[in-house]
């Protein structure tokens, strides 16, 4: 069984558009995260939810929204699609209340903005 | 604040040898830190964690890491490369805030027969 999965893994889309992308995790994880990996392979937190709730947002613009509809799920929904969005985004999940915090990673999507 | 310093965006070993690489930390508060493996167009694999308990820390795919304070150093060892160990490695510290990890740049491990 997959761990931690995402939808869906190549992702290309035109300027201007809205897209989402899902993630999903298994593991009964309390805390769930998005990070983003750009083109020279450089991983950055975007955001972080536990049990529902936001913890952190690194400078990242608001036409990137996290939605959590439970605790297995967290959604990334991007509007006004830009060409520097284009990177690979990475979902992941930890056990933090009473965990050892090492995070498992989704296998990413990549997403293309053209 | 937390930070990571990976030396050396590429390491090439031969088939057999040593494999070393080298990551250097900053940290305010006991840090908790990791080396990750990245496949090509793969996830992220945790390879192995520090977390306060022992400083020599064995992981995954005969892989292993020495937490030196003094140094601030987690530098990831194996004793012989292997051809599937060609991959890209990340350490990374655990933020301060403890919400999030910090990732260095990354080292591109090359393995050649």
């Known amino acids: 069984d997959t761990a931690v999965s995402q939808t869906p893994k190549y992702l290309v889309t035109q300027m201007g558009n809205d897209k989402s992308i899902k993630c999903e995790q298994n593991?009964?994880?309390?805390?769930m995260y998005w990070y983003k990996q750009d083109s020279k392979k450089f991983l950055k937190i975007m955001f972080s939810?536990?049990?529902?709730?936001?913890?952190i947002n690194e400078t990242v613009p608001n036409r990137f929204s996290p939605k959590s509809p439970d605790k297995a799920h967290l959604n990334l929904h991007i509007n006004s699609l830009e060409l520097g969005d284009s990177a690979v985004y990475f979902c992941?999940?930890?056990?933090?209340?009473?965990?050892?915090?090492?995070?498992?990673f989704g296998p990413g999507t990549r997403l293309t903005v053209t | 604040a937390q930070s990571v310093t990976q030396l050396g965006s590429h390491v090439s070993v031969s088939e057999g040898a040593l494999v070393l690489l080298r990551c250097n930390y900053s940290s305010s508060v006991p840090p908790y830190l990791f080396w990750y493996v990245q496949y090509p167009n793969q996830g992220l694999q945790l390879l192995l964690k520090y977390t306060s308990a022992a400083t020599l820390v064995k992981g995954i795919n005969g892989f292993e890491a020495e937490f030196k304070k003094s140094e601030t150093s987690f530098h990831l060892t194996k004793p012989s490369a292997h051809m599937s160990d060609a991959a890209e490695y990340f350490c990374?510290?655990?933020?301060?805030?403890?919400?999030?990890?910090?990732f260095g740049k990354g080292t591109t491990l090359s393995v050649s027969s």
């Open positions: 939810y536990n049990n529902k709730e936001l913890i």
């Open positions: 992941a999940s930890s056990q933090d209340t009473g965990g050892t915090y090492e995070q498992y």
């Open positions: 990374a510290v655990r933020n301060q805030a403890g919400t999030a990890l910090i």
């Open positions: 593991l009964g994880h309390d805390t």
